[in-house]
């Protein structure tokens, strides 16, 4: 491409961009309050997405203090768990519930499901994108 | 024990702060493109409340599940949202397009003078006419081009991302967008001419 043509080039592209951000500095009153609000709106979302402060703090003491609960019934125990003499059969069914291992791999793929949400955010619009483009 | 109350109290003040803070970057990145992501909008939409709904969705879901990658990811990111979200409002017109048609209708297009009125501006009428004038010309070339070469012309002419970062937005190779890019550039000046 021949130099002529490269100024050309660069020519148009800087008047199409000083166009475009002289129409951006035009845009009315109604349009930039309704741009405001969206943005609150998006902001809100970002308090929502922060959980409370509280129960970040107090879940993972929730977690040691309920496992303390249970070594300290099985010690007084004194007896295999996986008999029914000696302590409340109900409430280590309640503590086999809290803990389950369900819970758990739940919790262990809290990043997968995150990677998972991400991938279909990203991804959505792009099923027939290469079809059509 | 005070020990401990004192430091719970300690993060907790520092991870309000490190909120703070987050929101404060978030509000400045999405003041800094609202408007010229609504103008990019308009040109695929045509149409300024649906370019509303569209960049709305856009900062909203940024702000859901972006907050936490780096300021400087989000502008490719945010885009690539938007292209997102245009695509899918594309379709959803069209298919409602099929329908109203299908039952012999169409869909009214209401023109209301006082929502469609500029804003005050420094310039003069003349200059804002010309102005006007030479935006809807390059906003109707625009939209005779090739959808892959409106996308990169837009994000890396008037929004100003890098080859890496369009590319991070389109969702494909530097090299396409490079491609696509100075297509779209000699496309529009053969359609334009000097009109801009």
Known sequence: MDSENVRKDREFEERTKLLFERSVAALDGRT??????????????LAKRARPAWSRSWLPAGAVAAVALLSLMLWQGQ???LTDGGFDVAAVADLEILLGEEALDMIEELEFYAWLEEQVELTSGEIVEDGIG | MAFAATLQAHMCLQREDETLESRAEMEAFLRDVESRAFRIAVVSTRDADEALDVVQDAMISLARRYADRSVEEWRPLFYRILKNRIRDWQRRRIVRG?????FGGQEGEEYD??????????ENPTEALARSDAMDALEQA????????REAFMLRNFEGLNVVETA?????????????????????????????
Do not use: N
């Open chain 1, 32 to 45: 930039r309050s309704k741009l405001t609000q969206a943005r609150y709106r998006a902001l809100d979302e």
């Open chain 2, 142 to 149: 625009l939209r005779d081009l090739p959808r892959r070469q």
């Open chain 2, 98 to 102: 099929r329908v109203m048609s299908f």
């Open chain 2, 113 to 122: 003078p006082i929502a469609q009125a500029p804003g005050p501006s420094s």
């Open chain 2, 168 to 196: 991070t937005a389109m969702g494909c190779s530097d090299g396409s967008v490079k491609t696509h890019y100075s297509r779209a550039v000699h496309r529009l000046r053969d359609m334009l001419g000097e009109h801009v």
């Open chain 1, 79 to 81: 007896m295999d768990p």
